[in-house]
């Protein structure tokens, strides 16, 4: 661990940081034009380092302390920070299940929180700043049809690989993936939950985890359905006929 002061935009915050990797004591921060692309796209903070290989990802409390002073306390304090249970922390753990699983991510160098009841901002992941790429979305949304049927394969084998795994993604769409300058594949915004243990719930499980609006639409929506079931169904008949 490493209790590190760091300057955001100027404002010197503390956190306690876990699983320090390569990390300065002389860390700071601050705001860009990609970093407000990034905060476009969800409800966290981003800022990037001086040397800009480093990006922090900053989650806000879910209540307002003065507004929900007995929320704030029990689920934003005592639960979040003290219990351990911040976003980073979570988010910290499901990289390691990506990159178990074979997946691609950025280097992780480490989660913190913030004990100061004064930071609103508890929750702090750092991690490589992959220059250079663009959000999968962004990508799929400027290719032809063959490119982006093209993309969806990519996409299912992926996700495939995961539930192969024993895992499927909380929040699965194209915005969680960054698509570096060479066309690869790196995932982001990693929240995981382990796949149920029977067998038979396994599939419904992952089916779920695919929706229209985040597929963009209907035809990829089934496209993908069908392509992960082949994927996921097979590797489960390989799997119980190897045994």
Known sequence: MKLLDIPFNDRRRRYLVVHPDGLS?????????????????GSSRFFVSQDQKILAKV???????????????LRDYL???????????????SLQVLRRAGLATPRCYGWGVSLNPGNHNGS????????????????????????RLAFLERFCLEVARLAGAGYAHRDLHYDNLLI??????????????????????QWPALKRSLTVTKLRGEAYHSLAETRLHALFIGDESAASHRG
């Open 59 to 73: 989650v806000p409390d879910k209540f307002p302390r003065r507004q929900a002073p007995l929320k704030w306390l």
């Open 180 to 201: 570096d300058k060479n066309g690869d594949i790196l995932w982001i915004d990693t929240h995981v939950r382990r796949l149920p243990t029977k067998s038979a719930d």
């Open 25 to 41: 004591n002389q860390l700071a921060f601050s705001s860009t034009t990609t970093t407000q692309a990034f905060e476009a796209l």
């Open 124 to 147: 702090l992941l750092l991690m490589e700043h992959v220059q250079n790429a663009q959000p999968g979305g962004e990508v799929f949304n400027k290719l032809d049809e063959q490119g």
């Open 79 to 93: 639960e979040k920070r003290w219990l351990g249970q911040t976003d980073a922390r979570k988010e910290y753990r």
